[in-house]
Protein backbone atom coordinates (compact mmCIF):
# COMPACT_ATOMS: atom_id res chain seq x y z
CA UNK A 1 0.00 0.00 0.00
CA UNK A 2 1.82 3.14 -1.08
CA UNK A 3 -0.15 5.79 1.10
CA UNK A 4 0.24 9.48 -0.34
CA UNK A 5 3.18 9.94 -2.69
CA UNK A 6 4.76 12.64 -3.66
CA UNK A 7 7.15 14.15 -6.52
CA UNK A 8 9.57 15.40 -7.06
CA UNK A 9 11.55 15.11 -3.64
CA UNK A 10 13.34 17.66 -4.50
CA UNK A 11 13.71 20.48 -7.00
CA UNK A 12 15.46 23.84 -7.46
CA UNK A 13 13.91 26.66 -10.12
CA UNK A 14 15.27 29.98 -11.01
CA UNK A 15 12.76 32.52 -10.04
CA UNK A 16 10.06 33.26 -12.41
CA UNK A 17 10.24 29.46 -13.70
CA UNK A 18 6.51 26.78 -13.17
CA UNK A 19 6.58 24.11 -12.04
CA UNK A 20 4.05 21.23 -10.79
CA UNK A 21 4.90 19.25 -7.77
CA UNK A 22 2.40 15.94 -7.89
CA UNK A 23 0.74 14.12 -5.29
CA UNK A 24 -1.58 11.08 -5.84
CA UNK A 25 -2.73 9.03 -3.13
CA UNK A 26 -4.20 5.13 -3.49
CA UNK A 27 -6.68 4.90 -0.30
CA UNK A 28 -9.83 6.56 -2.43
CA UNK A 29 -9.55 9.70 -0.02
CA UNK A 30 -12.09 12.31 -0.61
CA UNK A 31 -10.24 15.20 1.08
CA UNK A 32 -6.76 15.65 -0.30
CA UNK A 33 -4.65 19.35 0.81
CA UNK A 34 -1.23 21.01 0.35
CA UNK A 35 0.97 22.41 3.69
CA UNK A 36 4.16 23.83 3.52
CA UNK A 37 6.46 23.99 5.85
CA UNK A 38 9.51 26.90 6.44
CA UNK A 39 12.34 26.77 8.73
CA UNK A 40 10.83 26.48 12.68
CA UNK A 41 7.41 26.48 11.83
CA UNK A 42 4.69 24.33 11.78
CA UNK A 43 2.76 23.75 8.75
CA UNK A 44 0.36 26.12 6.91
CA UNK A 45 -2.44 25.07 4.58
CA UNK A 46 -2.38 26.10 1.22
CA UNK A 47 -4.85 24.43 -1.29
CA UNK A 48 -7.01 22.09 0.03
CA UNK A 49 -10.01 19.83 -2.21
CA UNK A 50 -12.73 17.97 -0.64
CA UNK A 51 -13.11 15.84 -3.61
CA UNK A 52 -12.95 15.68 -7.74
CA UNK A 53 -13.97 19.18 -8.92
CA UNK A 54 -14.21 20.83 -6.07
CA UNK A 55 -11.15 22.93 -4.55
CA UNK A 56 -10.49 25.55 -1.79
CA UNK A 57 -8.09 28.48 -0.57
CA UNK A 58 -6.40 27.65 2.67
CA UNK A 59 -4.24 29.89 5.17
CA UNK A 60 -1.21 30.71 2.06
CA UNK A 61 -2.70 30.15 -1.40
CA UNK A 62 -1.15 33.19 -3.51
CA UNK A 63 1.36 32.16 -5.94
CA UNK A 64 0.13 28.27 -6.30
CA UNK A 65 -2.85 26.96 -8.25
CA UNK A 66 -4.46 23.54 -7.87
CA UNK A 67 -6.97 21.62 -9.13
CA UNK A 68 -8.54 17.77 -9.18
CA UNK A 69 -9.67 16.38 -11.66
CA UNK A 70 -9.41 12.72 -10.34
CA UNK A 71 -10.10 11.23 -6.73
CA UNK A 72 -6.62 10.17 -6.58
CA UNK A 73 -4.38 13.04 -7.70
CA UNK A 74 -4.00 16.60 -6.56
CA UNK A 75 -1.44 18.70 -8.04
CA UNK A 76 -0.08 22.40 -7.21
CA UNK A 77 1.35 24.60 -9.83
CA UNK A 78 3.40 27.02 -9.30
CA UNK A 79 3.41 29.41 -12.46
CA UNK A 80 5.61 31.87 -11.43
CA UNK A 81 8.14 30.84 -8.77
CA UNK A 82 9.51 33.13 -6.39
CA UNK A 83 12.66 32.97 -3.81
CA UNK A 84 9.62 33.13 -0.74
CA UNK A 85 8.54 30.26 -2.23
CA UNK A 86 11.57 28.30 -1.13
CA UNK A 87 9.92 25.70 1.64
CA UNK A 88 9.15 21.66 2.32
CA UNK A 89 5.84 21.01 0.81
CA UNK A 90 3.23 18.35 2.21
CA UNK A 91 0.69 16.85 0.96
CA UNK A 92 -1.98 15.00 3.38
CA UNK A 93 -5.43 13.14 2.32
CA UNK A 94 -8.14 11.24 4.74
CA UNK A 95 -11.17 9.72 4.10
CA UNK A 96 -13.43 13.14 4.16
CA UNK A 97 -15.14 14.02 7.45
CA UNK A 98 -13.27 16.58 9.60
CA UNK A 99 -12.47 14.09 12.23
CA UNK A 100 -10.67 11.81 10.44
CA UNK A 101 -6.94 10.91 10.66
CA UNK A 102 -4.90 12.65 7.81
CA UNK A 103 -2.29 10.72 5.75
CA UNK A 104 1.21 12.64 4.94
CA UNK A 105 3.58 12.47 1.92
CA UNK A 106 6.96 12.35 2.70
CA UNK A 107 7.35 15.93 1.32
CA UNK A 108 8.97 17.86 -1.77
CA UNK A 109 11.81 20.36 -1.06
CA UNK A 110 11.82 23.06 -3.21
CA UNK A 111 14.49 25.62 -3.31
CA UNK A 112 13.73 28.88 -5.69
CA UNK A 113 16.90 31.13 -6.40
CA UNK B 1 -10.77 28.51 14.57
CA UNK B 2 -9.77 27.74 17.94
CA UNK B 3 -6.34 27.44 18.99
CA UNK B 4 -3.99 25.39 20.90
CA UNK B 5 -1.23 26.44 23.19
CA UNK B 6 1.76 24.40 23.53
CA UNK B 7 5.10 24.33 25.20
CA UNK B 8 8.10 24.85 22.62
CA UNK B 9 10.47 22.35 24.18
CA UNK B 10 10.23 19.07 26.49
CA UNK B 11 12.11 17.20 27.82
CA UNK B 12 12.32 13.36 29.07
CA UNK B 13 13.94 9.83 30.29
CA UNK B 14 14.26 6.96 28.36
CA UNK B 15 11.70 4.93 29.49
CA UNK B 16 10.00 6.93 31.42
CA UNK B 17 6.32 8.85 30.87
CA UNK B 18 6.25 11.75 28.89
CA UNK B 19 3.17 13.83 29.59
CA UNK B 20 2.89 16.91 26.64
CA UNK B 21 0.42 19.54 27.26
CA UNK B 22 -2.10 21.31 25.37
CA UNK B 23 -4.45 24.40 25.98
CA UNK B 24 -7.23 25.07 23.85
CA UNK B 25 -9.57 27.64 25.78
CA UNK B 26 -12.07 28.43 22.96
CA UNK B 27 -12.63 24.70 21.69
CA UNK B 28 -16.35 24.41 20.58
CA UNK B 29 -18.16 21.23 20.98
CA UNK B 30 -17.69 19.88 17.49
CA UNK B 31 -13.72 20.22 17.46
CA UNK B 32 -11.71 17.20 17.54
CA UNK B 33 -8.50 17.12 19.32
CA UNK B 34 -6.15 15.61 17.34
CA UNK B 35 -2.37 14.75 17.95
CA UNK B 36 0.81 14.50 15.31
CA UNK B 37 4.08 14.18 15.48
CA UNK B 38 6.49 14.88 13.19
CA UNK B 39 9.93 13.10 13.19
CA UNK B 40 12.81 14.66 11.83
CA UNK B 41 13.41 15.17 7.61
CA UNK B 42 9.76 13.09 7.61
CA UNK B 43 6.23 14.03 7.04
CA UNK B 44 3.92 14.28 10.03
CA UNK B 45 2.15 11.54 11.79
CA UNK B 46 -1.03 10.58 13.36
CA UNK B 47 -1.01 9.78 17.02
CA UNK B 48 -4.43 9.93 18.35
CA UNK B 49 -7.49 11.91 18.89
CA UNK B 50 -11.17 12.24 21.06
CA UNK B 51 -13.36 14.29 21.37
CA UNK B 52 -14.83 14.09 25.19
CA UNK B 53 -13.43 10.61 26.35
CA UNK B 54 -10.12 9.43 27.24
CA UNK B 55 -8.27 7.44 24.65
CA UNK B 56 -5.97 4.76 24.14
CA UNK B 57 -4.06 3.43 20.96
CA UNK B 58 -1.12 1.75 20.29
CA UNK B 59 1.20 4.66 20.66
CA UNK B 60 -0.27 6.56 23.21
CA UNK B 61 -3.16 7.81 25.41
CA UNK B 62 -4.92 11.42 25.50
CA UNK B 63 -6.37 12.35 28.41
CA UNK B 64 -8.81 15.56 28.00
CA UNK B 65 -10.41 17.54 30.54
CA UNK B 66 -13.48 17.53 31.79
CA UNK B 67 -14.20 20.78 30.47
CA UNK B 68 -12.30 19.85 27.24
CA UNK B 69 -10.36 23.39 27.58
CA UNK B 70 -7.14 21.52 27.82
CA UNK B 71 -5.73 18.05 26.92
CA UNK B 72 -2.48 15.68 27.58
CA UNK B 73 -0.76 13.28 25.52
CA UNK B 74 0.74 10.84 27.11
CA UNK B 75 3.79 8.29 26.15
CA UNK B 76 4.02 5.56 28.37
CA UNK B 77 7.48 4.92 28.11
CA UNK B 78 9.18 7.45 26.16
CA UNK B 79 11.88 5.83 23.55
CA UNK B 80 14.55 7.88 21.53
CA UNK B 81 12.29 7.02 18.38
CA UNK B 82 9.58 9.66 20.11
CA UNK B 83 12.19 12.47 19.71
CA UNK B 84 9.73 14.70 17.26
CA UNK B 85 8.02 17.40 17.40
CA UNK B 86 3.59 17.14 18.70
CA UNK B 87 1.76 19.01 17.47
CA UNK B 88 -2.21 19.51 19.20
CA UNK B 89 -4.25 20.67 16.76
CA UNK B 90 -8.57 21.09 16.65
CA UNK B 91 -10.21 19.60 13.83
CA UNK B 92 -13.90 20.58 13.42
CA UNK B 93 -16.50 17.73 12.64
CA UNK B 94 -18.57 17.53 9.82
CA UNK B 95 -17.75 20.27 7.14
CA UNK B 96 -14.79 22.08 7.71
CA UNK B 97 -12.16 19.81 6.81
CA UNK B 98 -9.19 22.05 7.47
CA UNK B 99 -6.34 21.41 10.37
CA UNK B 100 -4.20 24.67 11.24
CA UNK B 101 -1.18 23.36 12.71
CA UNK B 102 0.97 25.16 15.26
CA UNK B 103 4.92 25.26 16.11
CA UNK B 104 4.43 22.15 18.20
CA UNK B 105 6.16 21.51 20.94
CA UNK B 106 10.11 19.55 20.70
CA UNK B 107 10.05 16.12 22.40
CA UNK B 108 14.13 15.66 23.44
CA UNK B 109 14.48 12.37 24.38
CA UNK B 110 17.24 11.66 26.64
CA UNK B 111 19.34 8.12 26.56
Known amino acids: NAGVTQTPKFQVLKTGQSMTLQCAQD?????MSWYRQDPGMGLRLIHYSVGAGITDQGEVPNGYNVSRSTTEDFPLRLLSAAPSQTSVYFC????????????FGEGSRLTVL | DAKTTQPNSMESNEEEPVHLPCNHSTISGTDYIHWYRQLPSQGPEYVIHGLTSNVNNRMASLAIAEDRKSSTLILHRATLRDAAVYYC????????????FGKGTLLTVNP
Open chain 2, 89 to 100: ILRRGGSNYKLT
Open chain 1, 27 to 31: MNHEY
Open chain 1, 92 to 103: ASSYGPGYGELF
